[in-house]
């Protein structure tokens, strides 16, 4: 695809620990816009949902991502049919 494309790609997000309690589910199908091709854009893309969307994962917060089971950057491409995963970074003691 390219970032003008109006195709709709298709992806399952899932919330774990944290997120998932925020957010009140632990996974969703989700049609992103063309313009979502990449993790920051998902990322963006989910904050535009609002407050707690916009709170969990702003920018800084501490979140981790991986695409399809492997750790991922802003810059990762997402497709369709990828799952995506937002977890906070594990502690330990």
Known sequence: MTPNDSRIATVEVLYFARLREVFGREREQVEL??????????????????????????PGKPVRIAVNQDMAAADTPVGNGDEVAFFPPVTGG
């Open 33 to 58: 816009p063309g313009n979502v091709q990449d993790v920051a854009g998902l990322t963006a893309w989910l904050r535009s949902r609002g407050e707690a969307w916009e709170r969990e994962l702003a």
